[in-house]
Each structure stands twice: as structure tokens, then as C-alpha cells.
């Protein structure tokens, strides 16, 4: 029975997570509990997707759009490896790669898209849940879902066509358990930097709601909120006269006409009509716990809304402030110019080659030049519903460790992104320390190579006052988005990255002057240069073929 959490006050569920997370055991893993890594809906009406934007005109742009998002991108031959990332001499696995990293590679994420009708010609108004497998739109309701889903985030900003990332939590919970919870929505960010970055190189105007009522947009999907739930919905306008037809005589975007109902009506209408069936047998529920309590307390946290399991979120509630920016730790010292930005490093450029290593990196250094355009693409402003993203990350702050950096001393340092600098946390003995946390194995061997390893830092409960436990959802969504930004830069240089979330600990807090503070650390990206060689081979999938990827026919 899960227990409620409806009268908790703002950040408590917070708090019992990441006390349980702190002292949670070993994993124990049933593997053959494992669900399947994508779902379909097999009875719905298919809408083949090109490949590229190039292929026709807007519905190019959304398949191009949803392949580097969650298609299947890359064949990798990859052999098992030892502690040290060696070899053991088993035959090599097949798997398939997709273009943005997974905590484990389980792809809890799935996207659905409302779109269609005059505001995406060639394409029939629905809504569609993204197969990626066959690379295909399943009509999950008919129907133009635009307005009811852009008008039901608090700034209800017109657009033409809606993605909504959910997560299918037993995906990576059978493995991770509640920890899995905290992947899923640093993976929700990593998810929505590569959407805005692919959006913004197809000439698309991206936003990321992350602030909505769960259960109506849980409920406009068909999900069931404990199976499967929404985690940001990402509203996007078309290059302006790209794909409406000039004499459609639409209102810009997809706003509802004046004499419309608003979205809340709009969406109840919707919701009471029956969406196409799922393939089964359907995940489990998420397991009742603390992540399971934080998941239902997220969606309790709107100012003014009484905190009421039944009580319907108020759009007219008023966005609130936005929280102070995490500042330094007192013992931050001499501040250094950042190096200048290299030329060339869009991370819309770095989508194509990202990987994550999988045995470190060649010891040699980065130029500095490199690791500026890392910082500065991190650091950026995102569009986005949390106040103060529009200049910067907001819930999150950039802290540095350079391990083998031209021209900057190894060390800790704190990027003020506002002014490009690094503040000095500490020297290079003490950032020894790092490796001597509770690091994995394959964390150690990237370390012994990586020339930096940038670390988002946040104060988890910070923003409970004004948005409930919804804050840490936000902030670990930012932290991936960072991330996922620097990964995506380094990328577009040539360069690799990977995030190693058990490099966020008490060790790192310490070194880099955290520890009693209410600052931690969130994530953990190291990047270096790649190993010429290693023991997968990976190949593109290429996109030419103008042939549909048909479902084997099934029994069920
Ligand atoms: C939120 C998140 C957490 C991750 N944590 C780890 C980690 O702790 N250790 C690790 O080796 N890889 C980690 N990864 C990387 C994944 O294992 C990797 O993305 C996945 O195996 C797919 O490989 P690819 O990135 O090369 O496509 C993480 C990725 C994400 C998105």
C-alpha cells in the first residue's frame, strides 16, 4: 500500500529520500525481472516517419527530431569487461545505441507527441506515442492535443506541437531499486538538452515545461501515473512559415481560437475518450518507498494548491520567485578567467559522434580552449518554466575538477558562468582525494585518464519552500541537462565524456569544500580524449534506407 505524503510539509519527502539514498546497501539485482526497453501501442494506426528533416517538410523535422532523441542510432559489438575494463574473453554482446546517454542503458524514457493538422501539415492532428524501434508515430487519440497540453503548464505559452517526456520507472528501478528514481530524472534532463539543441539546429523554438499538473497531463496521455508518468512536456513552434501552408489563415501557434474552452476543459474533454491499447504484459508499478512518496509529493507542490491528493491544480496560481543561485563555498579563493571558448562547439554538432567511453580516456591533456567551450556551453541559459534558467542554470552550480588542463593548474574550482571565471576550491593534492571515494571500478580507470571532470552541484532542499518536493525533480533534471550540454560540447570537439553518478559522494563534497555546507554534489561527467581502440566497435545505422522498419508479426 503506498503510503500518502499529501500532508507532508514542502520538502520532507525530499529529505526521507535522500537520507534512505545515503544509506541505502549493495544492489541486488533480478535480472530476470527485467521489462522490456521500449513499449508499443500494436493495434493503433501507424504514421511512418522520415528519417531526416530533408525528407518532406514537417514531419521530416519531428522524425528527424525524435531519432536523435531516442531512436536507434548505432550497432555496437561490445565484449564483456573486466573490473579494469579489460576483456574477459566471452563472446561479444549486440546492442543496439541510441544517441543519448541512459543510466545503465535501460531507456526508461518514452515521447509522446501532439501534433498534426494545420500546424504540421501531413500529418493528421493526434496524439502519438513515439515507437522508436520501428521508427514510427502510433496514434495513441485523435485529435489536436496542442492547445489542452500548452495550456495546462502554469505559462501556457502557445506552440505547434507538444513532446512529452514520461518515464517508465520499473525500467530502471528492477535494477536500481529507489536510486533509480533519482536517474530517471537527470535522465529527463539529459533528454531535454538534446531536444532543445536538436530543435534549435532544425530552425525549432524549444521550451521545457518542467512545472504542469501531473496527474491531468498523466491522465491527456492514458497513463496511470504509478506504471508509467510525465516528467516535462516540451512545446515547440516551427520555423515561421516552414510548415504552416501560407494561405492556412491559422492563428500563430497553436493557440486556442478565443472562443475556445480552456485547456482544462479542453483536456478533460480529450480524457474522457479512450486511447489505443498498450502492448502488454504491462511494468510493474513503481515500488512502493521513498522514491514512490517523493514521485507523488512532486506533484502536490504548486503554490496556492491545497495539498490534497484530490485537490486540481490551480493554472492561475502564480509562478513562483525564483531561488536564490547557489553560491560558493566560503573557502573559494583567487578567481581565474575561464579560457576563451573554441570555435565549433554547438552541441547540436556533437549529437552524431557522442558516446560514452567505456574504458577511459588517453592521458593526455585538454586544450584549454576545449574546456572553455565545455563551461560555457554548460553554463548557458536554457528556455525553460524555472525562473532564472533563461541566464543560467538556476538550481544547479558548475564546479570543475582539472585533472590534466593546458594552461589551468589541476585543482577544484567554482565556474561563475555570468563572468566565465573559476574560482579556486582546491589545489591539485587535495583533488587526489577524489579517487580515493567510494568510486566503481570503471569510475577509477576514467579517472586515471580524464583531463576534467565538471560536477553539478545543488542545495537539494533549497527551492522546497516555493515548489515543494518538486524542486529536487527540477534540479536533477538541470543537473542532467547540464551535464548532457557538456557532453554534447565535448562531443562536437572530438572529444568524450561520461557520467559516473557514483562520482557524486562525500568524498568529491569534501574536496570541493561542500561537506556542512547544504550544498552537494549531483552528478559527475568526466571527459578526456578517447582511446584510439577498446572492445566495441559501434557503426552507425544509417538513414537512407527509404523502406518502412516493419513489426514482426505477433500472437498476442
Ligand atoms: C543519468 C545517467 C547516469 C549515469 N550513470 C552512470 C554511472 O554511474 N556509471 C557509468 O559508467 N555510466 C553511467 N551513465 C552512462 C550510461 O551507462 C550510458 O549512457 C549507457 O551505457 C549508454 O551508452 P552511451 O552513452 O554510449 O550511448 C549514466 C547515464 C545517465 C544518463
Request: net charge neutral.
Amino acid at each position: 500500500m503506498h503510503t500518502t505524503t499529501a500532508t507532508s510539509a514542502p520538502g520532507a519527502a525530499t529529505s526521507r529520500y535522500l537520507a534512505a539514498m545515503r544509506n541505502r546497501g549493495a544492489l541486488s539485482i533480478d535480472w530476470a525481472a527485467a521489462p522490456t526497453r521500449h513499449k508499443r501501442y500494436p493495434g493503433a494506426e501507424r504514421v511512418r516517419l522520415p528519417w531526416t528533416a530533408g525528407d518532406g517538410p514537417a514531419p521530416g523535422l519531428l522524425g528527424e527530431l525524435l531519432r536523435n532523441l531516442l531512436g536507434m542510432t548505432r550497432i555496437v559489438w561490445s565484449h564483456h569487461l573486466d573490473d579494469g575494463g579489460e576483456p574477459v574473453g566471452r563472446p561479444p554482446m549486440l546492442l543496439t545505441g541510441r544517441p543519448a546517454p541512459s543510466g545503465g542503458g535501460l531507456y526508461p524514457i518514452e515521447a509522446y507527441v501532439a501534433a498534426g493538422g494545420p500546424h504540421l501539415p501531413g500529418l493528421p492532428a493526434a496524439l502519438y506515442h513515439y515507437d522508436p524501434v520501428h521508427h514510427v508515430l502510433e496514434r495513441v487519440r485523435d485529435d489536436d492535443h496542442v492547445p489542452a497540453l500548452t495550456a495546462l503548464p502554469p505559462d501556457g505559452v502557445a506552440a505547434d506541437m507538444a513532446i512529452v517526456l514520461s518515464a517508465v520507472f520499473w525500467r530502471s528501478m528492477f535494477k536500481y531499486g529507489d536510486f533509480g528514481y533519482r536517474l530517471i530524472c537527470q535522465e529527463t534532463g539529459v533528454l531535454v538538452a538534446q531536444a532543445l539543441a536538436v530543435g534549435g539546429r532544425l530552425g525549432l523554438a524549444g521550451r521545457a515545461r518542467l512545472r504542469f499538473p501531473d496527474g491531468e497531463v498523466d491522465r491527456l496521455l492514458g497513463l496511470d501515473g504509478v506504471r508509467e508518468a510525465a516528467l516535462a512536456v516540451l512545446t515547440f513552434t516551427l520555423p515561421s512559415g516552414g510548415a504552416r501552408p501560407p494561405d492556412a489563415g491559422q492563428p500563430p501557434a497553436s493557440s486556442p481560437p478565443a472562443s475556445s474552452p480552456p485547456g482544462s476543459s479542453l483536456a478533460g474533454e480529450l480524457m474522457s475518450r479512450p486511447v489505443a491499447d498498450e502492448s502488454r504484459p504491462l511494468p510493474r508499478a513503481m515500488p512502493d518507498g521513498h522514491a514512490a512518496a517523493l514521485h507523488r509529493a512532486c506533484a502536490f507542490a504548486f503554490p496556492g494548491s491545497p495539498r490534497s491528493a484530490d485537490a486540481p491544480y490551480s493554472p492561475g496560481s502564480p509562478a513562483p520567485a525564483g531561488v536564490p543561485r547557489p553560491r560558493p563555498p566560503v573557502r573559494a579563493g583567487r578567481a581565474l578567467p575561464a579560457p576563451e571558448p573554441a570555435i565549433g562547439a554547438h552541441p547540436a554538432a556533437g549529437v552524431p559522434r557522442r558516446t560514452s567511453p567505456v574504458t577511459g580516456y588517453r592521458p593526455v591533456p585538454l586544450l584549454g580552449r576545449a574546456l572553455g567551450a565545455v563551461l560555457a556551453a554548460a553554463g548557458g541559459g536554457y528556455p525553460a518554466d524555472l525562473p532564472g534558467a533563461a541566464t543560467g542554470p538556476a538550481a544547479t552550480a558548475l564546479c570543475l575538477l582539472s585533472l590534466r588542463v593546458d594552461g589551468l593548474p589541476s585543482g577544484a574550482y567554482w565556474y561563475d558562468p555570468a563572468r566565465h571565471t573559476l574560482h579556486e576550491l582546491a589545489g591539485a593534492g587535495e583533488v587526489d582525494a577524489v579517487a580515493t571515494g567510494r568510486l566503481l571500478a570503471n569510475t577509477r580507470v576514467a579517472l586515471r585518464g580524464a583531463a576534467a571532470a565538471l560536477v553539478p552541484v545543488g542545495d537539494p532542499l533549497a527551492g522546497a519552500r516555493p515548489f515543494g518536493d518538486r524542486w529536487y525533480r527540477m534540479q536533477q533534471m538541470e543537473a542532467g541537462l547540464v551535464a548532457q550540454r557538456a557532453a554534447l560540447a565535448a562531443a562536437a570537439l572530438g572529444l568524450a565524456a561520461r557520467i559516473h553518478s557514483d562520482g557524486a559522494n562525500e568524498t568529491t563534497d569534501e574536496v570541493l569544500g561542500l561537506a556542512g555546507t547544504s550544498l552537494r554534489s549531483l552528478s559527475f561527467l568526466a571527459m578526456g580524449t578517447p582511446p584510439t581502440g577498446g572492445p566495441l566497435v559501434a557503426r552507425p545505422i544509417p538513414v537512407l534506407a527509404d523502406e518502412e522498419v516493419m513489426p514482426a508479426p505477433t500472437t498476442s
